[in-house]
């Protein structure tokens, strides 16, 4: 990838990668599709749970997994149109 | 406190209907920040929704007030009650338009510096409050206040086509130069009322290309 990312798509990459495997996803799993650091990785999922787009859980075995919230589907929905006008205003 | 803005008598009229156009757009933008905000959650779009909701309360409040000043000329009544209730109606006002409009381009000013500084954002609000209305000379000092503010506004968004050339934040950064030059016009309105009319056209051609970004982004 030569350019670097911006704070939307990364957040965009952390909640396609919980999609597309489902429901209550591992964060080895989301590390390795975000291409992020573990600390980083660690500092945007509490962002996204406290913005609200997902939800930590635990396993059955007490480990914790991480799923999407209506408003995380609904931020990947609308993705284009929230990076489109995030960039016209550089608001990000 | 008596303020007065010269509008030549041709322009009677077209002024409501461009300041009715502002507000439209202005209120269109603010929305849509607002739903933006709900899905992405950033702490900036929502305060840049809310300043463009005051900037386009500060335009209603100035195009019902000019359209009542319009009514008050064709009324049947003595030249003295006719001219006294002008006058009360523009300076009521134009006092509301510049709270709500010197709040709104704070807020909007304050979410490009890009910082969670509160103290920095009741002081950008508090310092223009009071400069506004403890000044003898109120318009002229909102005005010059206004320009200022759509100078830093402007270089943010000229900087923001730099760094990202494309034609929507390319259209951002041409309209609020337009909103610029239009405000630096209104300060020369008390020497030719012929500014008056420029500064309004300036500012619709600002908001057609604000719009035309709203259509960019929206479409997929």
Redesign the interface.
């Known amino acids: 990838m030569n350019k670097k990312r911006d704070r939307?798509q990364i957040i965009h990459d952390i909640l396609l990668a919980i999609r597309e495997k489902g429901s209550q996803v591992k964060p080895t799993h989301i590390l390795y599709k975000s291409n992020l650091s573990h600390q980083m990785l660690m500092e945007y999922l509490q962002e996204l749970i406290a913005?609200?787009?997902i939800i930590e859980e635990g396993d059955k075995k007490g480990k914790k997994v991480y799923s999407l919230t209506d408003?995380g589907y609904?931020?990947l929905?609308?993705y284009?149109?929230?990076k489109?006008?995030?960039?016209?205003?550089?608001?990000? | 406190m008596v303020y007065t803005h010269l509008s030549p008598a041709w322009f009677f009229g077209y002024d409501v209907l461009l300041e009715i156009s502002f507000a439209v757009v202005s209120l269109i933008i603010a929305l849509f920040a607002f739903k933006i905000y709900k899905s992405s959650a950033i702490k900036q779009v929502h305060l840049f929704g809310l300043s463009f909701l005051l900037i386009s309360i500060s335009y209603i409040i100035q195009s019902i007030l000019n359209f009542m000043i319009i009514s008050k000329l064709n009324e049947n009544v003595s030249k003295m009650i006719k001219l006294q209730s002008i006058v009360h109606l523009n300076t009521l006002g134009f006092l509301i338009h510049m709270f709500f409009m010197i709040i709104g381009l704070s807020i909007l000013l304050y979410t490009t510096f890009k910082t969670e500084n509160r103290k920095l954002f009741w002081l950008l609000i508090v310092v223009s409050l009071l400069l506004l209305f403890l000044s003898r000379d109120a318009p002229n000092i909102f005005y010059l206040i206004v320009s200022v503010y759509l100078f830093f506004i402007s270089f943010h968004f000229i900087g923001n086509y730099r760094r990202n050339r494309q034609p929507k934040t390319l259209l951002i950064a041409l309209a609020f130069l337009l909103l610029l030059f239009g405000n630096t016009h209104f300060i020369f309105i008390l020497n030719h009322n012929l500014f008056y009319p420029i500064g309004h056209i300036l500012e619709l051609f600002a908001y057609i290309l604000i719009l035309w970004n709203f259509y960019l982004v929206r479409k997929k």
């Open positions: 939307l913005k609200g787009f408003k609904d931020y929905r609308d284009t149109v929230i489109g006008f995030v960039d016209s205003y550089g608001l990000g």
